[in-house]
């Protein structure tokens, strides 16, 4: 009997461990966002403009829309197939395919001749169809600290090169 109630307690304890683990995480306030998203650089407008869009570039995205103007740039990246163990497992059964793209935003807003801030809005979007043409978008937001220091770290760098050969 105990040799069938250890295990029996093993697998319980690992299934309510991996339960615990899937609890949505609490939302953060726009303070919070704002944090992660957004960054004052020692730049004007223009020359932040210019290495935004260079490093959206090198990081491979697309550049959909671009206004100095306005200080908004949209960009895509390339569409991404999931070729995941669980959507590998689904297209074999049911033809579905499964692929996605991120998507971002970046806002720039001049403080003075000489400070301008930008800010940066990553979005996960994931494209599933059917044999039937069905398709469904999921949209997650990207909120990854990494993700945007990584950003803002080659954006500082692209706005040092441009600067130092003026």
Do not use: H, W
């Not at 059964?93 to 807003?109: D, K, P």
């Not at 760098?157 to 050969?165: D, K, N, V």
């Amino acid at each position: 009997m105990k040799k069938i109630a250890v295990p029996s307690l093993i697998a319980l304890t690992l299934l309510l461990v991996g339960c615990e683990s899937m609890r949505p995480q609490a939302p953060r306030s726009s303070l919070e966002i704002q944090a992660i998203q957004a960054k004052m650089f020692e730049t004007d407008k223009s020359t932040a403009f210019r290495s935004v869009m260079s490093v959206l570039q090198d990081l491979g995205y697309v550049i959909q829309t671009a206004s100095m103007e306005t200080g908004v740039i949209t960009a895509q990246s390339p569409t991404k197939q999931d070729d995941s163990g669980g959507a590998l497992f689904a297209s074999m059964l049911a033809n579905i395919r499964s692929e996605g793209r991120t998507y971002v935003t970046a806002s720039l807003e001049d403080f003075s001749a000489k400070q301008t801030r930008i800010r940066l809005n990553f979005v996960d979007r994931r494209f599933r169809s059917g044999a039937y043409g069905q398709q469904a978008t999921d949209e997650q937001p990207v909120y990854d600290a990494k993700i945007y220091q990584n950003a803002f770290e080659k954006i500082s760098e692209a706005i040092f090169i441009r600067s130092s050969q003026k």
